[in-house]
């Protein structure tokens, strides 16, 4: 253990780069996430795209609801036959409804992830654009404890990201 540790003070001594001339700095990614011009799109976006399914899983869902209170109102006055048929017909929606359920949440799902990992690569080009014009050495993301607002370019970041084509 003594002899990394001295293996690492020596390598640390013999480089050219001393750590008051290293340049650091922080950003907070979930904190960019959240303030992005490009996320309010893509979440716009993804409302607009699914809307539509949605809306209608809602009226499947209304439409199951009121056969079911039908068979419950009228249940006395109809006849077995009827009765058994509006069951499987609900049986049948309600089998229907929770495959179309499932099916708007992969694609949903899908369609978000594809629209985060846009956003993530505009992330990273805007963080590398930063510190390439501002001459970095060392940028930070998630992990960190703690970080002096002098560090914390994150605003820098969503300047940047605010001023990035689409």
């Given at each position: 253990?003594?002899?990394?540790?001295?293996?690492?003070?020596?390598?640390?001594?013999?480089?050219?780069?001393?750590?008051?001339?290293?340049?650091?700095?922080?950003?907070?990614?979930?904190?960019?996430?959240?303030?992005?011009?490009?996320?309010?799109?893509?979440?716009?976006?993804?409302?607009?795209?699914?809307?539509?399914?949605?809306?209608?899983?809602?009226?499947?869902?209304?439409?199951?609801?009121?056969?079911?209170?039908?068979?419950?109102?009228?249940?006395?006055?109809?006849?077995?036959?009827?009765?058994?048929?509006?069951?499987?017909?609900?049986?049948?929606?309600?089998?229907?409804?929770?495959?179309?359920?499932?099916?708007?949440?992969?694609?949903f799902n899908v369609r978000r992830n594809e629209e985060l990992g846009k956003l993530q690569r505009r992330i990273v080009e805007a963080i590398r654009a930063i510190a390439k014009d501002q001459n970095y050495d060392l940028l930070l993301t998630d992990g960190v404890i703690y970080a002096n607002e002098q560090i914390d370019i994150t605003?820098?970041?969503?300047?940047?990201?605010?001023?990035?084509?689409?």
């Open positions: 253990m003594k002899t990394k540790i001295a293996l690492f003070l020596g390598l640390l001594l013999t480089t050219n780069v001393s750590f008051a001339d290293l340049k650091i700095g922080f950003v907070n990614i979930p904190a960019v996430l959240e303030k992005a011009p490009q996320a309010e799109k893509a979440k716009k976006r993804l409302e607009q795209e699914f809307s539509p399914r949605d809306k209608q899983l809602v009226a499947q869902q209304k439409e199951i609801q009121s056969i079911e209170e039908k068979m419950t109102r009228d249940a006395s006055v109809m006849g077995e036959k009827e009765r058994n048929n509006l069951e499987k017909d609900v049986l049948n929606k309600k089998r229907d409804a929770k495959r179309a359920q499932q099916e708007f949440s992969e694609d605003k820098q970041v969503q300047e940047k990201l605010s001023t990035m084509p689409e």
